[in-house]
């Protein structure tokens, strides 16, 4: 029978200007997996790394077990009992599994003192079959794919004997296919009675893994309710004050003119096979696929960044086919990546220089960098776009998701381009984001802005475009209008075999 393991009460944190954490209650079951879901400065982070010893509550009382407890840091709150894995994962990729599982643990010889490598293995196999993994901890986790290293990360956590883990977002760089599998994972901690308090911002998740829910928004405690007992509007209502039906707005306007066109594209990898659409001036063109389609692959060849085996790409009917980054941006297309943290942004360089990043001719013609013009330009668009920062001074990093796609979104208008390939442009951030990111599609669009919107989300993909390209094994292999659009329609395209 489930027991309480972890009793957070009227649990408030501030910061200089804000109030965090107001107030807030939480708790958690031996045994049950309980959702933490709000938007982007909700608290989830905040209320976790109180949990977690990162932070120290200014007011309310922690309890484990029915005993209070104040942790002074994170490896006191883990030595009683209490891990995380978070969506950035923190091993050392020279070293292998074992010794990254164990680092500065590693079992020793009584004499002489150095490290038994044969018993770090074995105890690191070990951890890592109690998940149903089966990984070769002898090579280094750079070798090892993301969903690889993630049971990694878990295993880690489970060499600490935890009653509690915390997973901050921790599906949202693995497919679907991994994605199943990381669920099996969380059945077994289950089984094992162990708590898990999960953070996460995909809504189709929470039915298949999670027992509760619990709600926070502007870092105050809304609501807690089984996960059976609420519909996605009514939680959408419940996190962001909102309707469901605010959320895919698009504004009615004229296509005129083609902007991109491609024909019978291919790489050299086989990804890309034959691939030809148009987008028009104005139009938000929607491309649907399953992971692996070779939609991403597709946006490279565009944006030149890898050169086409064959076919064709035009940019205002001009032949760009093969032209690199820098000709295509200076010419008006630009690339939100799929990993904009990896691809999009420097993100430990401040938002004023990211917002400038490939514009530094356009607003320095001479050459003479100005950090006090560039922060005023960056600041410009910090304002026009809404970017949640008290400063441009600020790194990347600091921003959350939704804030660092503006960031790149601002990038693209500071070069002044009209054609933007949107990779994903929702995916890791929250329902209230999203409407901002939607918001702004839509703007950009209304303005004459030609838009391409690779997502993995049929709500997404039918929501936003005007018209729907869907792509299978490399191929394009249907297009339909936004009066035709159906989720049935759009999924039988989808999975329409093709030969490029």
Not at 218 to 229: L, N, R
Request: proline share 4%; hydrophobic share 40%; charged share 25%.
């Amino acid at each position: 029978m489930a027991q309480q393991i972890l009793k957070v009460t009227q649990i408030s944190k501030f910061f200089p200007g804000v109030k965090a954490l107001e107030d807030v209650d939480f708790d958690l079951n031996t045994g049950e997996v309980h959702i933490l879901v709000g938007e982007n400065g909700a608290g989830k982070s905040t209320l976790s790394k109180c949990i977690l010893g990162v932070y120290h509550p200014d007011a309310g009382e922690i309890y484990l077990d029915g005993e209070k407890v104040e942790f002074s840091s994170p490896k006191e709150a883990l030595t009683q009992g209490i891990a995380a894995v978070y969506q950035e994962l923190t091993m050392i990729p020279y070293l292998n599994a074992a010794q990254n599982i164990f680092f500065n643990r590693e079992p020793k010889y009584k004499w002489p003192p150095f490290i038994n490598h044969k018993k770090m293995q074995a105890e690191a196999k070990a951890l890592l079959a109690t998940l149903n993994c089966n990984i070769d901890t002898t090579v280094p986790v750079k070798y090892l794919g993301v969903a690889s290293q993630q049971m990694v990360e878990i295993a880690k956590a489970l060499s600490f004997n935890p009653k509690i883990i915390v997973f901050d977002e921790p599906t949202a760089t693995l497919s679907d296919r991994e994605v199943d599998s990381f669920f099996e994972h969380i059945k077994v901690l289950k089984e094992r009675n162990i708590g898990i308090i999960y953070v996460s911002h995909r809504m189709k998740e929470f039915r298949r893994i999670g027992d509760r829910i619990t709600v926070l928004r502007d870092g105050k405690y809304i609501k807690t309710i089984a996960v059976g007992d609420l519909d996605d509007e009514q939680l959408v209502n419940l996190m962001v004050g909102r309707d469901i039906s605010q959320v895919y707005v698009r504004t009615p306007n004229n296509h005129s003119g083609e902007a991109l066109r491609t024909e019978g594209l291919q790489d050299k990898k086989g990804k890309v096979k034959n691939c030809s659409f148009t987008l028009g001036n104005g139009e938000i063109v929607g491309m649907a696929g399953l992971v692996g389609a070779g939609r991403t692959e597709m946006a490279r060849l565009i944006f030149g960044i890898d050169k086409p085996a064959g076919g064709r790409v035009y940019l205002y009917g001009k032949d760009v086919t093969g032209k690199n980054p820098e000709y295509l941006v200076a010419n008006g297309l630009g690339l939100l990546p799929e990993d904009r943290k990896q691809l999009g942004l420097a993100v430990r360089a401040p938002i004023f220089w990211n917002v400038v990043a490939v514009s530094l001719k356009k607003c320095f013609p001479r050459f003479l960098l100005s950090k006090s013009k560039n922060v005023q330009i960056a600041s410009d668009y910090v304002r026009q776009l809404k970017i949640a920062t008290p400063d441009v001074k600020r790194s990347a990093r600091a921003l959350s998701g939704g804030n660092q796609q503006k960031v790149v979104v601002a990038k693209w208008l500071c070069a002044n381009t009209k054609v933007i390939i949107f990779d994903e442009p929702t995916r890791g951030i929250d329902v209230g984001a999203k409407m901002e990111i939607y918001a702004l599609m839509d703007q950009l669009a209304a303005q004459g802005n030609a838009i391409l919107m690779i997502s993995s989300e049929m709500q997404e993909i039918i929501g936003m475009s005007d018209r729907i390209y869907t792509m299978n094994n490399g191929v394009i292999t249907g297009e339909t209008s936004r009066e035709n659009f159906s989720a049935d329609t759009i999924g039988k395209m989808m999975l329409t075999e093709a030969e490029g």
